[in-house]
């Protein structure tokens, strides 16, 4: 069974930084585009970074020049690099192939930035 299995969420002050990691189980499951999702409060589940295997970069207008996603094909690991953190950024971010697959959605890490 595949497995992306988020981590690296806390509570930070605003200004502060996070990092965030993805795990896959299976080395097919990272080796396309990956990406990161958030969902606040309220909200539909949006995406917020990607990156492909050929490292091609794109991001979110609300996250660029903030957020920094890379991928470590040898660990099966994508991150998340996170800093200035706002109160907006708070929610539960996930990571999922691009486009998404459904029974690769995991439980999330939950990223709480305070005022």
């Known amino acids: 069974q595949v497995q992306l299995v988020e981590s690296g969420g806390g509570l930070v002050q605003a200004g502060g930084s996070l990092r965030l990691s993805c795990a896959a189980s299976?080395?097919?499951?990272?080796?396309?585009?990956m990406g990161w999702y958030r969902q606040a409060p309220g909200k539909q589940r949006e995406s917020v970074a990607s990156?492909?295997?050929?490292?091609?970069?794109n991001y979110a207008d609300s996250v660029k020049g903030r957020f920094t996603i890379s991928r470590d094909n040898a660990k099966n690991t994508v991150y998340l690099q996170m800093n200035s953190l706002k109160p907006e950024d708070t929610g539960v971010y996930y990571c999922?192939?691009?486009?998404?697959?459904?029974?690769?959605w995991g439980q999330g890490t939950q990223v709480t930035v305070s005022s």
């Open positions: 299976s080395t097919n499951v990272i080796i396309n585009t």
């Open positions: 990156i492909t295997r050929f490292l091609t970069t």
């Open positions: 999922n192939r691009v486009p998404s697959v459904t029974a690769y």
